[in-house]
C-alpha cells in the first residue's frame, strides 16, 4: 500500500501520446530530408567537402577595398530613397486592400474571396521576377525597382494587416453598429484604434525589407547599390564587392535599430 505522504512524481513531462507524435514527425522530417537529398543528390556533407573551395573564394574578397567606397554613396543614397518611395506609396495603397481581405470586415463572400485571391497571387511573384518583367517594361534604372518594390511590399503588408484585423475585438465594432453608426464609422472609430501601432509597425517592418530588396534588384538593372556589385563582380573586383557588401551592413544595421526602437515605442 502506498504511503498517502509520499509525493507523486511524473515518469515523463509529456504523455505517451504526445512522445509517439513527436517522434514521428521527427522520423518523417528525417525521412522528407534524405529523400530529397537524394533526388537532387545535394547533401550537407557536401559543403564540408568542398570547404577548401569556399575558403579560396572568401580569401579573394580581402582585404577591402576602402578607396573605392567613395563611389558607393551615391547608389547607396539612391537604393534608401528607393525604399523610402516604395515603402511608402505601398503602405498607402494597402489600406484599403486590408480592410477588403479581412473577414470581418469584408462580409461579401464573393469580393473577399476575389481579393485574396488577387493578394496571392502578387505574393506568389518573387521581387526579383517583378523586378525583371519591369525593366522589360520600362528600362533600366530606379523606376522599375520601385513599381517592383510596391507590389512587393504590398502583398507583405496586406498579408500581415488582414490577419491583424481579423483578431481585433469586435465588440466596439458591434456597438457603434447597433447604435446606428455607418460602415466608415466603425472601421475609424473601432477598427483604426486597435490596428494603428501594429501598421506602423509592420510599415516600418517593411521599410527594412525593401532596403535588403532593392540591393538584390540592382542586379537585374532595377537602379541601386546593386547595380555597383552585379559590376564589381562581372569585373571579378572582389575587395570591391567587400567594401561595397560591408557599407552595405553596417547601414542596415542602422537601420534595422532605429526602426525596432520606433516600434518599441508604439506597441
Known sequence: MSNPNEKYVPKSLYPTKTKLTITLALVGIIGFYLISS????????NFFLKIGNVTELVGR???????YAQQVWSKLFETIHMAIISSTIATLISIPFCLLTARNITTNKYLYNTMR???????????IV????FV???????FSGIVALIIFAIGILVKLMSETIESIDMNPSEAIKASGGNTLQI???AVVPQVLPQFISFGLYVFEVNIRA??????????GVGQLINTQINFLNYPA???IVMIIFVVVVIIDYISSKLREGLV
Open 38 to 45: 537524394i533526388q537532387t543528390e545535394s547533401f550537407i556533407v
Open 61 to 67: 574578397f580581402f582585404p577591402p577595398d576602402w578607396s
Open 117 to 127: 485571391f488577387i493578394l496571392n497571387i502578387i505574393r506568389t511573384v518573387p521581387d
Open 130 to 133: 517583378l523586378a525583371v518583367v
Open 136 to 142: 522589360g517594361l520600362f528600362g533600366i534604372g530606379v
Open 187 to 189: 472601421i475609424w472609430y
Open 214 to 223: 532593392s540591393v538584390v534588384l540592382g542586379l537585374v538593372g532595377a537602379g
Open 241 to 243: 564587392v567587400m567594401t
